[in-house]
C-alpha cells in the first residue's frame, strides 16, 4: 500500500514556476514507476511527466517539454515536478501517481495509487 500527499501548488504568473512535491508512505516505494498527471475543469486527466523506478528514465508530455523536469528521491520517499515557464494552459490540479500495473504509463489506467492533487493556476 502506497499513500501519496501533493504539495506546492499555488497562484502565479505566466512565465513563473512552481515546484510540486509528492509524498509517499510504504517501504516499497522505490520499485514504482511515478507519474504526474492534471486535471482542468471539464476536460479528462492526462499525463504530464513520469519516471522509472530508479529516477534513470523520464518521459514527458509534448506540452511541457523543455519546460518541466520530473525527479525522485527514494531515500526520502519524495517525487518532485518543476515546472518553468508557466502558461496560463497549465492551469489544473496535479495528481502524483504510483503505477501498479503494465500498460501504456501515458494513460491514468496502469496507475494506481493516487494523491489527492494540488492546484496550480496560471494568470495571464
Known amino acids: 500500500q502506497v499513500q501519496l500527499v501533493e504539495s506546492g501548488g499555488g497562484l502565479v504568473q505566466a512565465g513563473g514556476s512552481l515546484r510540486l512535491s509528492c509524498a509517499a508512505s510504504?517501504?516499497?516505494?522505490?520499485?514504482?514507476?511515478m507519474g504526474w498527471f492534471c486535471q482542468a475543469p471539464g476536460k479528462e486527466r492526462e499525463f504530464v511527466a513520469g519516471?522509472?523506478?530508479?529516477?534513470?528514465?523520464?518521459y514527458y508530455a509534448d506540452s511541457v517539454k523543455g519546460r518541466f523536469t520530473i525527479s525522485r528521491d527514494n531515500a526520502k520517499n519524495m517525487v518532485y515536478l518543476q515546472m518553468n515557464s508557466l502558461k496560463p494552459e497549465d492551469t489544473a490540479v496535479y495528481y502524483c501517481?504510483?503505477?501498479?500495473?503494465?500498460?501504456?504509463?501515458?494513460?491514468?489506467?496502469?496507475?494506481?495509487?493516487w494523491g489527492q492533487g494540488t492546484q496550480v493556476t496560471v494568470s495571464s
Open positions: 501517481a504510483a503505477a501498479t500495473a503494465s500498460g501504456n504509463l501515458y494513460l491514468p489506467g496502469p496507475y494506481g495509487y
Open positions: 510504504g517501504r516499497t516505494f522505490s520499485s514504482y514507476t
Open positions: 519516471i522509472n523506478w530508479s529516477g534513470g528514465s523520464t
